[in-house]
């Protein structure tokens, strides 16, 4: 089975290791395709033909200056999907274990099994090099934890200020004998599903960083996709300073737009999205409404508020990752909606009648 590996890459010196690591630990090197958008110079960019599975490697180049995000780089690299089975994203500064593909596809496998659209995540375990000299030896720290599965929640301290819509989050560590548990959250730089999502949940090329994750999560789900965290993950990402980073005023001032404009747009972007107001391809999806999500997470975005079970993700980690959700307001059907949500279909209706 086809993997389709998503990478944006921002002046990363990684991206190479990142492209090397993936081919080489994995089963089924043939079955791995890889779509690059690189945003660097021509004397900082890889050479794909220096790479001996470079007809697997789909690439573009792209100046620094001309970027425009996060977001932006991954809708372009999603153009660059071609039919394979499941769709890969992580980023450009990632390390694999041996055998890692093997173990995505036997866990969506197995998902599968009670779940049509699957998606598994989590954030990846760490990998660092002393001094954040890359040059050098980098070391893989394994989560040797199997008592517990690491899952995503809601962060305190960053949920709705200063009257805006983000919600940041963080790891957390949920005590299970079972494989997977059910998630309600999602990390961009590690997740893993069917190749349909390119389809039915592109990403949005006016989404500039924040947020991001959160409205991710939120459109998959309304789109009858279910989050899932396993009891091992073979990723690790680089987390330290080693390199130029869009926002930095020696990158920013070239630009024609500077990125806190692009910023600034995102948050209004982000608003529409998350409270439901957005139509088309990248706002919510239809097949869950906005209100069961609200209901199941207690993320309320049209409210601006978490409720406390929001910060621990109980009432979902505890459920069996074979069998569909229950909300917390009842142990079957449709929750009721409340009253104060408004999708864009139900307003029509209303300025029709």
Not at 165 to 193: D, E, I, M, P, W
Not at 216 to 229: E, K, Q, S, V
Request: charged share 25%; glycine share 6%; net charge neutral.
């Amino acid at each position: 089975m086809k993997i389709f590996i998503s990478i944006a890459s921002y002046r990363d010196p990684l991206l190479k290791y990142t492209l090397t690591e993936a081919y080489n630990n994995a089963v089924h090197k043939d079955n791995l395709f890889f779509g690059v958008i690189e945003q660097a110079s021509p004397e900082e960019a890889i050479d794909t033909n220096s790479f001996t599975f470079n007809k697997q490697i789909r690439y573009v180049r792209i100046d620094p200056q001309h970027s425009r995000g996060c977001c932006w780089a991954r809708s372009l690299a999603q153009t660059l999907y071609n039919g394979e089975d499941f769709f890969f994203q992580i980023d450009s500064h990632t390390g694999f274990d041996i055998d890692w593909d093997i173990w995505f596809i036997n866990s969506m496998q197995e998902l599968m099994k009670y779940h049509k659209k699957p998606l598994m995540t989590i954030y990846p375990n760490t990998m660092k090099a002393e001094n954040d000299d890359i040059t050098k030896n980098i070391t893989k720290n394994p989560d040797l934890d199997t008592s517990a599965i690491s899952v995503l929640v809601p962060n305190l301290d960053s949920a709705f200020k200063e009257n805006g819509y983000y919600v940041g989050q963080g790891a957390s560590r949920f005590k299970t004998v079972n494989k997977f548990v059910h998630g309600y959250l999602l990390a961009a730089g590690n997740f893993f599903t069917v190749g349909a999502a390119i389809e039915e949940v592109p990403y949005d090329p006016f989404l500039f960083f924040s947020g991001e994750e959160q409205s991710l999560a939120m459109r998959f789900w309304t789109n009858g996709y279910n989050i899932f965290h396993g009891n091992y993950d073979p990723i690790y990402h680089y987390y330290g300073a080693y390199r130029k980073m869009f926002w930095e005023e020696s990158e920013d001032s070239t630009r024609t737009q500077r990125w806190g404009e692009l910023e600034e747009r995102s948050k209004k972007r982000l608003k529409e999205i998350v409270t439901g107001n957005l139509s088309g391809k990248y706002g919510l999806g239809t097949t869950r409404p906005l209100h069961e999500y609200i209901l199941l997470t207690g993320i309320n975005h049209t409210e601006r508020n978490c409720e406390p079970r929001a910060y621990d993700g109980l009432n979902i980690f505890s459920q069996d990752y074979r069998e569909k959700l229950t909300y917390p307001e009842t142990s079957s059907g449709i929750p009721p909606m409340p009253k104060r949500i408004l999708t864009p279909e139900i307003r029509k209706r209303l300025t029709r009648n």
